[in-house]
């Protein structure tokens, strides 16, 4: 082994490991990097000695490697702490009304709502419900202008049979007058009921689907009954 190769294998140790483990690996590394050097330089040829070029370019590889070990752990330090800001500020919404990105609506008594935004005209819409099986119960065709909408679905299937109340989801396919797709964002309200913390990003749980933190774009207090 030598020097080169100790430098490489500190190296190689922070790439996909975590800076306290890379840390270890370089403090390892470090220590044998300067014995083969103190080795080399005493039995050198001294009619053809090793470039001090080369000690210093050695040299500054393995600072590199330290400030990126360094510069991984200020990260890692700064993940965490997002991670317990999200977590927290996730806590404080159980129990509120919220708006967000997703698809997933609550149907009760003969109503689900949801609202939808298309980025341009979009003459060719389609809005199909789907049920929690995944199994598309009501098809509707609208004629969209750019901007936002409001689509209330009254529980019916295409045939007009009542469907029961539960969790459902809008897929909306838009298409300009020229066949091009428009992109699409569907929002849902609804009350937060459970809170996923095993992800940097939290997800809540509203009307019985998933929508991550990040997704909220607004919280109230639900309205009283």
Sequence with gaps: MDIASASAAVQAATMGS?????????AGNFDTFLKLLTTQLMHQDPTNPMSSDQFTQQLVQMSGVEQSIQTNRNLETLITAYSIQNANNAVSML????TGSGTGALLENGQAKWSFATAADAPDTVLQVI??????VYTEKMNTSKGSHQFTWDGKDSKGNSLPDGTYFLKVTANAA???PVAVDTRTSGIVTAIDMSTTD??????GAQIRYSQIISVKQPEAA
């Design 95 to 98: 129990g509120k009304s919220v």
């Design 178 to 180: 020229n066949g091009n």
């Design 202 to 207: 939290p997800m809540l749980t509203v009307n």
């Design 18 to 26: 975590k800076s306290s483990n890379a840390a270890a690996a370089l």
């Design 131 to 136: 049920n929690s099986d995944g199994a598309t």
